[in-house]
Nanobody, 116 residues
Framework: QVQFVESGGGLVQPGRSLTLSCVGT????????MRWYRQAPGKEREFVAIITAAGGSTNYADSVKGRFTISRDNAKNTVYLQMKSLKPEDTAVYYCNARVHLDDYWGQGNQVTVSS
């Protein structure tokens, strides 16, 4: 059974940094691209970042480009989202995601709140 467990969220002041982690089990982690999404209150879930299976290529939403970095450690079955220069509009529940055999699997969600 494919499962993802996230950690690292919390309350942070504007301009500060935070790193999210997501550990996958029940799959050959290194075979799959990994994504981060987020969902703010009253809004639809939106794409944040993607990293290819081997980690050689990444892509980002325009709203986080230059501030967020996605990375992975396939030896640890873990994908990371390093977030810098956080803004109040980054406040959301963050989810990691993989598409395995055309099915989407999600982490449980991790709240990030950016507020002074």
């Amino acid at each position: 059974q494919v499962q993802f467990v996230e950690s690292g969220g919390g309350l942070v002041q504007p301009g500060r940094s935070l790193t999210l982690s997501c550990v996958g089990t029940g799959l050959t982690f290194s075979d799959y691209a990994m994504r981060w999404y987020r969902q703010a209150p009253g809004k639809e879930r939106e794409f944040v970042a993607i990293i290819t299976a081997a980690g050689g290529s990444t892509n980002y939403a325009d709203s986080v480009k230059g501030r967020f970095t996605i990375s992975r450690d396939n030896a640890k079955n873990t994908v990371y989202l390093q977030m810098k220069s956080l803004k109040p509009e980054d406040t959301a529940v963050y989810y990691c995601n993989a598409r395995v055999h055309l099915d989407d699997y999600w982490g449980q969600g991790n709240q990030v709140t950016v507020s002074s």
